[in-house]
């Protein structure tokens, strides 16, 4: 019975004898978000990948060790971005470089190992303010000419118009608005069930709430109530919704995440577990 064991740990030594060489290269299965702002300030980018790794074997100890501590980076183009999370299993998480124009632009994994994967054009920036190029002709609009026809008559006609200039009835209406104070009134999270590990990644999923809340497309900052989650900020979200993949790390014990937007609005989310990492 221990030759056969032996012989079959034998195998496996034989098959990953070659190193790196002789794994398969990684494949990106899909980068998150696949469009962002140029120059956005310390935006995260989740990259899922494929990867195959070798084994070592104990021939004293008899002995197969499946303990996988690979790390990689991440480039966007030609610039590295700096890694917050690398999880072996198929999931990194990075800070997108600064400096990079509009435009596609390709997405590297590179494993310590030297084995690469690249996605061309799989990342879209797009300039600030490109889909609100529309508002100077709104602001135009909004009862200017009016004010030249400087009759007694015509200013109560101006007095109406202006109610429709405007107002936040008008602002809820239009998606492409900007959101102001008072729009959304609350974040809530998907209830995180059971309980997680220490520095290893699951998934989170935050809802907007308010009058507004299907026009929220902007980002929200994270807190953990003990120790540091990864990353600190989320988004852009979409239709309201901002799903993420994030990491806690700190002792064991009870943990909230609490999610605050740019007006000060948070919401937090239910109270889970967390594991020590071993």
């Known amino acids: 019975m221990k030759r056969a064991a032996l012989a079959l740990w034998a195998v496996l030594a034989w098959a990953c004898s070659g190193g790196s060489s002789s794994l398969p ?15 956005a300030k310390d935006e995260s980018l989740t990259v899922r990948f494929e990867a195959r ?25 030609e610039k590295e971005a700096a890694v917050t999370h690398f999880d072996p299993s198929g999931v990194v998480v990075v800070t997108v470089p600064r ?16 084995r690469e994967a690249e996605n061309e054009g799989t990342l879209t920036l797009k300039p600030p303010g490109k889909d609100k190029e529309a508002e100077p002709e709104e602001e135009w609009d ?4 009016i004010a030249f026809d400087a009759g007694v008559e015509d200013a109560e006609v101006d007095a109406g118009s202006m109610e429709d200039a405007g107002t936040p009835g008008d602002a809820g209406s239009d998606p492409d608005a900007p959101i102001l104070a008072g729009d959304i009134t609350g974040f809530t999270f998907d209830a995180i ?9 699951f998934t989170i999923t935050v809802r907007a709430e308010g009058p507004r809340a299907a026009h929220f497309d902007g980002s929200v900052e994270l807190t953990s109530s003990r120790g540091k989650v990864t990353p600190t900020k989320i988004g852009p979200c979409d239709n309201g919704v901002c799903a993420a993949i994030v990491t806690v790390d700190a002792t064991e014990g009870p943990v ?23």
Do not use: C
Not at 105 to 114: E, F, T
Not at 142 to 145: D, F
Not at 193 to 201: I, K, P, Q, Y
């Open 256 to 278: 909230q995440l609490s999610a605050l937007d740019s007006y000060g609005v948070g919401g937090t989310s239910n109270s889970f577990m967390l594991n020590h990492y071993q």
């Open 142 to 145: 909004a009862g200017v000419l």
């Open 99 to 114: 400096g990079l124009g509009a435009g596609a632009h390709a997405v590297k994994l590179r494993l310590d190992d030297g």
């Open 25 to 39: 290269q990684p494949r990106i299965l899909s980068v998150e978000p696949d469009t962002l702002l140029v120059n």
């Open 53 to 77: 790794y070798a084994v070592s074997v104990d021939y004293g100890e008899e002995k197969v060790n499946t303990r996988v501590t690979a790390t990689g980076t991440v480039w966007v183009d």
């Open 193 to 201: 069930e059971g309980a997680r590990t220490s520095r290893l990644s």
